[in-house]
């Protein structure tokens, strides 16, 4: 039974498409007019093809030196446990380092060297150019290779930091950037384990429960401790000095940040992917945040904490959790990639400040002009580049054609010394998944400029001040490090050239200046100091942050931010307290309270932070100073404080508010929450009780987390064996299993009809296929596993609207080859207990106990003392049209069939 039950596991990985389009002024839009090298441009745009292949081939990032070069890492041995090295360009001696540039000016590259070709260069997804160190990133390393005489070829090659997880899989290592205070920030992906010791001696240890997507990612656990005493998992945000040492985990909990994209005032971006449901976000990243993609120690997957009522993208980013930071911009469905923020002003002061992220998945640049709203940003997108034109906010898509527009695939975009945008086009019909179809390995890069203006190559001298004051000012991002560095380097006698930049009309400048001064000795941060009362919010905040990194100063300068007009600027304090000992941190913590409106979710996030390992002592000082000692009295700013911070000693009032009538469902809601955030006995025995109230909606939600949390959180804290289980009398989930296992026996009486069949996508493709004769073969053989509307199951992913994400040719791919990529969350699994029962299904959670998801959708809670052996099957176990007994012109119909879907507003079982 098992075999024929497992048959119908589905890992296929279906995306879903939703395009939004917000209109503002502060963006032009895309100009249907101005269509140039294949791009749609916003009006006073021009786009030229800079480079490509064969100057280099499937660009993975890139970078631009002082020169204004561009270099490029290419990954041509993609994947190659997918993607056959016989069939597509390899590179036996591994993946290589280009370099690409314009001798002659006239706005494209004609020169194409090759910086190094490494056999531990397995699909590189990062690249910096600082100084003369050229760093890679390509996991399990960061590679630091060193040009020390300017040939172009590397002297020295250091392992600067290796354990990362994730070595030749997209969830890994991603590209290295100079940040505005000297350091060098990074990101990586969820495919842990990282376990990683700096040059200090400091060991960051980090995981979850993810395993998969390559061979080599087998072993994973979430859980781990780091040296700092923290538990970080999933994907991380990082700085580390240029040393090696003081590494550092800004952020953590994504799933697959490609980019992290830093301004001048140190704000950090970056975008990040989603399993297979619309859900991909572009988010500001708070230093200390959690990201919400997994639980908070990282053994479980959204989908076991998914309440009920709960949307997809809020259970996906777990943002009704406490201490899970804002998701920011939901884009739908597709493939982030690189992020910059452009500073300069060849576009003029509309475009300087603006976010641009690449979606490879669409095809597409989102363009944001961040705005400051309370102590977060507000992300407003317009698209900004693509290859496709939009229609009613959507892209159109056709079912028949393969259109290589498609095929622009931006995996990053960089900003030149000349002010210019260049943008890498990997060039694929697919993007993602592990795979490639492309066997050529074509790429491109574009640059684009204003219309009417020649942009020219600057002369960088960093042999002079004022060269280096010229690089400190330049838009290339680690162009600007080099003059960072250079004028630090001479100190004091710098000040006056460095206060003159303080006066520059661009405020990115401005910044770079303070960030700079604070580190030209005692009498440079003097001059950052003044800057504490400056009218700029943006430069107070900046200050701030630059003086902030001096332990010494750190207790008066808090002093004087905590009572900043900008809860931007009180974030931050907020932040630095969180490792300071409660003596010295509550006081300033509760005079940070008493500013909060109870409403700003970043500034309740930030007060979160710096309660870190002092919750109690916090709490009791903030109920003392803006609470009540009746819990029925509290105001929406205190009751949503003690929500966040959730200490042990707020049980008691939290289980008031929870049972009372005099408070809104809402606030009782909310007060259930924050108790079953509170890992002790207690706190179960104060739910249990609510489970007994006369209240219909206490009974129901204390009753959800008794069941959820006894086996995770709550598993070890109380004898469970105490209260009886309901027992399954109507044999429902047995039912279902048979009514299954019946369908498909039915599916399977003649496959060996189709065993010895050949399936040809560009063959089916010209096959009229019959909607009506796809909608009937969809209900007997997909919806089993696929919902579409309101009918079928969800134990596999929705398809209503996947002909928004997929054209026919991709969409047939996934149903022939259900193995070429399993869907992120849908690995199946086979766990054997000791008493030899055996359970199969999708892993939720790994823990104390191993919650699988079976066929019927039911979820089953082990004890992990009692498992004998649990395996992850290595291939889809989704049968393929042969398994299924299915013909070319059965697919033909039921392509046919799903492209029909969404013409109306709501789908029904036809």
């Not at 003029?348 to 705005?371: D, F, H, T, W």
């Not at 929406?636 to 009032?653: C, E, G, L, S």
């Amino acid at each position: 039974m098992i075999k024929y039950l497992l048959l119908i596991l589905i890992a296929i990985s279906f995306l879903f498409f939703k395009l939004e389009r917000d209109d503002h002024s502060d963006i032009p839009g895309l100009d249907s007019t101005n269509l140039h090298a294949g791009l749609y441009l916003p009006k006073g745009f021009t786009a030229t093809v800079w480079a490509e292949s064969p100057q280099f081939y499937n660009p993975t990032n890139m970078d631009v030196d002082a020169k204004g070069r561009v270099w490029v890492t290419e990954a041509v041995n993609y994947r190659n446990y997918n993607n056959d090295s016989t069939k597509f360009i390899h590179h036996a001696k591994g993946d290589r380092v280009m370099i690409l540039e314009d001798t002659d000016g006239d706005g494209k590259s004609d020169r194409s060297k090759v910086f190094v070709e490494d056999k531990d260069l397995v699909s590189p997804l990062g690249i910096a150019v600082i100084g003369n160190k050229v760093i890679v990133s390509c996991a399990p390393s960061i590679i630091v290779y060193t040009d020390n005489d300017g040939d172009d070829k590397p002297d020295s090659k250091e392992i600067f930091l290796t354990g990362f997880g994730g070595k030749d899989h997209d969830h890994s290592l991603h590209s290295l950037v100079a940040g505005p205070d000297g350091k060098w920030y990074f990101n990586v992906g969820n495919a842990g384990p990282h376990e990683v010791k700096d040059k200090a001696g400091w060991n960051l240890r980090s995981g979850s429960l993810y395993t998969g997507g390559s061979p080599y990612n087998k072993e994973n656990t979430g859980g781990q401790k780091s040296d700092d005493g923290k538990i970080w998992v999933g994907g991380l945000a990082m700085r580390i000095g240029q040393d090696g040492k003081g590494l550092e985990v800004m952020a953590h909990n994504f799933r697959n940040a490609y980019e992290l994209a830093l301004d001048s005032y140190g704000n950090m971006w970056q975008s990040d992917n989603d399993d297979q449901v619309v859900t991909c976000r572009t988010s500001y990243v708070m230093e200390g945040g959690n990201a919400g993609y997994f639980s908070a120690d990282g053994n479980r997957y959204w989908q076991a904490d998914q309440r009920p009522g709960q949307s997809t993208f809020t259970a996906h980013w777990h943002q009704e959790d406490p201490g899970v930071m804002p998701a920011g911009d939901n884009t739908g469905a597709g493939s982030p990639t690189g992020m910059v923020v452009y500073e300069g002003d060849a576009f003029g002061n509309q475009y300087r400040g603006m976010l641009l992220s690449c979606e490879a998945g669409k095809n597409v640049i989102y363009g944001y002009k961040p705005k400051p709203k309370g102590a977060g940003f507000e992300l407003k997108r317009k698209n900004f580049i693509s290859t496709l034109k939009t229609v009613d906010d959507n892209y159109k898509w056709d079912e028949k054609v393969t259109s290589e527009s498609k095929w622009f695939r931006p995996s990053d975009i960089s900003v030149g010394t000349d002010g210019a945008l260049y943008i890498a086009d990997w060039y694929d019909p697919v993007v993602g998944g592990h795979k490639m179809d492309d066997p050529k390995g074509f790429g491109r890069i574009y640059r684009i400029t204003p219309t009417g203006k020649n942009l020219k190559l600057p002369h960088i001298d960093l042999n002079s001040v004022n060269g280096q004051i010229q690089a400190l000012l330049n838009p290339a991002i680690n162009v600007r490090n080099a003059g960072f560095v250079a004028l630090k380097a001479q100190g004091t006698q710098v000040i006056d050239q460095v206060r003159e930049v303080l006066k520059s009309t661009n405020a990115f400048h401005r910044a770079r200046a303070v960030w700079l001064m604070a580190q030209l000795g005692e009498s440079g941060k003097a001059e950052v100091k003044q800057l504490l009362n400056d009218k700029d919010a943006a430069i107070r905040l900046t200050a701030f942050r630059a003086l902030k990194q001096d332990k010494a100063t750190l207790p008066a300068l808090l002093k004087i931010a905590v009572n900043d007009t900008s809860a931007a600027v009180r974030r931050e304090v907020a932040i630095a307290l969180r490792d300071l000992p409660a003596a010295e941190s509550t006081k300033l913590i509760v005079s940070l309270a008493t500013r909060s409106d109870g409403n700003d979710p970043w500034y309740l996030n930030a007060l979160g932070i710096a309660a870190t390992g002092k919750e109690d002592l916090v709490y009791t000082a903030i109920k003392k100073a803006i609470g009540n000692d009746d819990p029925l009295q509290w105001s929406n700013k205190f009751a949503k404080i003690a929500w966040r911070i959730h200490p042990a000693t707020a049980i008691k009032d939290l289980t008031a508010r929870a049972g009372s009538l005099k408070i809104s469902k809402e606030e009782r809601k909310r007060a259930i929450t924050a108790l079953a955030f509170i890992n002790t006995t207690e706190s179960v025995e104060s739910m249990l009780e609510l489970q007994k109230s006369t209240l219909a909606d206490v009974k129901e939600n204390a009753g959800y987390w008794i069941n959820f949390r006894k086996s995770n959180d709550w598993f070890s804290l109380y004898d469970w064996s105490k209260i009886s289980e309901k027992k399954d009398t109507d044999s429902k989930t047995n039912k279902e299993l048979e009514k299954l296992q019946a369908n498909l026996e039915k599916t399977r009486s003649s496959p060996k009809d189709h065993e010895s069949m050949t399936f040809s996508i560009p063959e089916i493709n010209k096959i009229a296929g019959n909607i009506k004769k796809g909608n009937v073969i969809f209900n007997t053989k997909c919806a089993i596993c696929h919902k579409v509307g309101d009918f079928g199951k969800t134990i596999g992913p929705d398809l209503t609207n996947i002909n928004k994400k997929y054209d026919k040719g991709s969409l047939l791919d996934a149903i022939i080859n259900p193995s070429a990529a399993i869907v992120f969350g849908y690995e199946p699994w086979v766990v054997t207990m000791k008493d030899e029962t055996v359970v199969s299904g999708f892993m939720l959670s790994q823990g104390n106990t191993l919650v699988i998801k079976d066929l019927a959708g039911k979820q089953h809670v082990l004890d992990v003392q009692k498992v004998k052996e649990k395996k992850q099957l290595t291939t889809s176990i989704m049968p393929d049209p042969r398994g299924l007994a299915l013909s070319k012109n059965d697919l033909a119909d039921i392509s046919a069939y799903i492209f029909s879907l969404g013409k109306s507003s709501k789908i029904k079982k036809r």
